[in-house]
């Protein structure tokens, strides 16, 4: 199953709605340091909030940027609302 299903989609934008981003893309753009933190956070709790600064897209669409991050760090891409993105990843049996 390479998709996330829409029911999926709906319970992580429900639990992620109320809360703040916990990883920030900054200047650096998405560096290593910053794909192995959002790993991290994927590893620990499945779905991760992200926050791009303007400074972080460099001329890019802030989808482009969040498909590219979902692609390194291997997770679904849930929502992209402006700079702030939402990521899921299911955790490995």
């Keep these: 199953m390479n998709e996330i299903t829409e029911g999926k989609k709906r319970f992580v934008k429900r639990q992620l709605s109320d809360s703040?981003?916990?990883v920030w893309?900054?200047?650096?753009?998405?560096?290593v340091e910053v794909?192995?933190?959002?790993?991290k956070q994927l590893e620990k709790?499945?779905?991760?909030?992200?926050?791009l600064l303007a400074t972080a897209l460099s001329g890019e669409e802030a989808k482009q940027v969040?498909?590219?991050i979902a692609a390194q760090t291997g997770s679904f891409?849930?929502?992209?609302?402006?700079?702030t993105l939402m990521l899921y990843?299911?955790?490995q049996k």
């Excluded at 794909?35 to 790993?39: A, C, G, H, V």
């Excluded at 709790?45 to 926050?51: F, I, T, Y």
Aim: charged fraction near 35%; proline fraction near 3%; avoid cysteine.
């Design 45 to 51: 709790n499945k779905m991760v909030k992200v926050k």
């Design 77 to 83: 891409l849930v929502e992209v609302r402006g700079h």
């Design 89 to 91: 990843k299911r955790r």
């Design 25 to 31: 893309v900054g200047k650096g753009g998405a560096s």
């Design 35 to 39: 794909l192995k933190e959002i790993e």
């Design 66 to 68: 969040a498909s590219s």
């Design 20 to 22: 703040r981003p916990t």
